[in-house]
């Protein structure tokens, strides 16, 4: 289904700034992963957000798992993920999101929860990319707010996987972000604005 401004039923400003676009880039640099495991330990609230980092970065590292990040013009982190594939149970390209993370500080909060669709959109794009049938991730159980966002993009729980306080979900390539909700999300992010004044509910 085509969705542009006028399907939706959206009114707003027309002299309201487009989102700026920030690139998408692959990562080596320790350092880089390091401040993003930083970023991705002070969103969670984690006690130790010293040591925390420098033992997510050691794993990512062991694990061969890869970074994309984007950084504003000074070099700072805005969001990124770290990612890698692995074969699933059906012995299929499987794309597992091992971190993801935008900065929510709160001069940047405005601006990176805009940039997640386009964050979004590169996960899709590296799977297509390197033929993934299917992107993974976990979610903490008590984090309804996140499962609930995850499922509005195509993610599924996997109720055959039972571990501790968490979930596994799951989501067919070809489905990821095939929704109205992450659509209209994304023209939202392309107007630059927080907030849509719509005259009809929005199905998925």
């Known amino acids: 289904m085509h969705i542009n401004e006028r399907s939706l039923g959206l009114r ?3 002299q309201l700034a487009r989102q700026k676009n920030f690139a998408v880039k692959q990562n080596y640099s320790p350092l880089t992963l390091y401040n993003f495991f930083r970023l991705y330990s002070n969103t969670r609230h984690e006690r130790w957000r010293l040591i925390n980092p420098l033992s997510y970065m050691i794993d990512c590292i062991s694990r061969f798992c890869k970074l994309r990040v ?4 000074n070099g700072k982190i805005l969001a990124g993920y770290t990612y890698k594939f692995r074969k699933n149970r059906l012995d299929e390209k499987s794309m597992f999101i091992d971190a993801l993370a935008r900065n929510k500080s709160q001069k940047n909060n405005s601006k990176t929860k805009n940039l997640m669709p386009q964050i979004y959109d590169d996960i899709k794009k590296m799977a297509l990319k390197y033929k993934a049938e299917e992107i993974t991730l976990f979610v903490k159980a008590n984090d309804r707010k996140v499962r609930k966002n995850y499922e509005k993009l195509g993610f599924k729980i996997d109720e055959t996987c039972d571990i501790e306080r968490a979930y596994v979900m799951r989501t067919r390539v070809k489905n990821f972000l095939e929704t109205a909700y ?11 604005i927080d ?4 005259l009809g509910h929005i199905k998925n």
């Open 182 to 192: 992450f659509k209209a999300r994304k023209l939202k992010s392309s107007l630059g």
């Open 12 to 14: 707003y400003a027309p």
């Open 195 to 198: 907030h849509l004044i719509t």
């Open 70 to 73: 984007v950084k504003d013009e």
